[in-house]
């Protein structure tokens, strides 16, 4: 009998790859936002390692892209047209922001904020355009309860990341550039306010009138709340900035309310959230191991922390002085949790692949 010789099995770097998420910035839009907050509560040598760490993590992850679209170009554009796996692209976009932002408020390098500016509303029109053309004209589609969840709302953080790093980025150079650039911050502001409203509408419809398994619950829904928050750090960035901005002036009133606005909104998912989650995790049982898309948590709580201390200073809101605190803990402490999962992860498949 003729024994037929085995076949190699893919080594397991391969398969990791192949099935990567195209999620996976939210680990950079995670560390990134953790250290801006921990910059604004005084914890600045925490604030310069998590930065250090950031660019790191944000080559890795752009190696790890350029590599899946080499080897598996297929999957890779697959999921680029893809309902629910399409919107996670959006995550390299408020990456590059975040890395950008790091850049001007912990060590001042305003060229390199100006690269990542350019990088990330190169990406954003990039990603924008092609994502929402390709799910418009494609004629197969899922239905509405299989085809949307809170990762659409990346699109969102990305819109708003672009005018957090635009508005910062104006307090960093000489007018006339500084005018214009505070106008573009307010239009992505106004822009990403508009997307939430369209895309909320749809996800709030689709979590109350369709079945939902704790499946469904997927970590990116938690974005929810992050879309608002890092909305309120845009509107508290440009309140700042009025005095280098004369029309903002004008706005004001309509830019304090919004952007408390934001605030609320976001505040009244947490609860909410929390909720969810325990049903998800206790009352279903649904088991709890690492996922890439747990990033998708942890960037909203620090998130959060960053945008009510901006907001508190921008608009006086002391009695709001303990939120900050609590929240960066809390994301401090996700983030190391998600952060260990991963090098778990990381290490299993480096040990499989020898």
């Known amino acids: 009998m003729t024994t ?5 099995t893919e080594p397991a770097w391969r398969a990791a790859l192949a099935d990567m998420s195209p999620a996976n910035f939210g680990m950079v839009m995670a560390t990134g936002i953790v250290s801006m907050g921990c ?3 005084g914890l600045h040598a925490l604030a310069l390692v998590l930065f250090a760490l950031n660019l790191l993590l944000y080559a890795v992850m752009w190696v790890l892209y350029l590599a899946r ?6 999957r890779f554009l697959n999921d680029l047209l893809d309902h629910l796996r ?3 692209f959006f995550t390299a976009v408020a990456a590059t922001n975040v890395v950008g932002s790091q850049c001007l408020l912990l060590v001042h390098w305003t060229r390199v904020g100006v690269a990542f500016w350019i990088i ?3 990406l954003w029109l990039l990603l924008t355009y092609t ?15 299989r085809g949307i969840s809170g990762g659409w709302l990346l699109a969102v953080v990305a819109t708003q990341s672009v005018a957090v790093l635009s508005a910062l980025l104006a307090t960093h150079i000489d007018q006339p550039l500084r005018l214009e650039l505070n106008f573009f911050a307010l239009s992505m502001w106004l822009w990403g306010g508009m997307l939430y409203i369209w895309m909320m509408s749809l996800i709030f419809y689709r979590y109350t009138f369709f079945p939902f398994s704790p499946g469904d619950l997927s970590p990116p829904y938690w974005i929810n709340m992050g879309a608002m928050a890092i909305s309120t750090l845009a509107g508290s960035l440009l309140i700042i900035n009025t005095p280098d901005a004369p029309f903002i002036a004008s706005l004001l009133p309509f830019l304090k309310g919004f952007t408390v606005f934001y605030w609320a909104t976001g505040t009244w998912w947490i609860p909410m959230l929390l909720v969810l989650a325990v049903w998800r995790y206790g009352t279903k049982q649904f088991g709890l191991h690492y ?10 709580l620090g998130m959060y922390a960053a945008s009510t201390q901006e907001m508190r200073l921008a608009m006086g809101f002391d009695f709001l002085r303990v939120l900050p605190e609590v929240f960066l803990g809390v994301a401090l402490l996700t983030w190391s949790i998600a952060g260990t999962g991963a090098a778990k992860q990381a290490w299993r498949i480096s040990v499989r692949g020898r």
Do not use: C, H, S
């Open 291 to 300: 996922d890439p898309l747990y990033w998708g948590a942890v960037f909203p």
């Open 120 to 122: 990330g509303l190169a």
């Open 69 to 74: 679209l080499m080897l598996f170009r297929r």
């Open 39 to 41: 910059n604004m509560l």
């Open 131 to 145: 994502i929402f053309t390709v799910l418009t004209i494609k004629e197969n589609k899922p239905t509405l309860d």
């Open 4 to 8: 037929l010789p085995l076949q190699p």
């Open 86 to 88: 399409g919107p996670g």
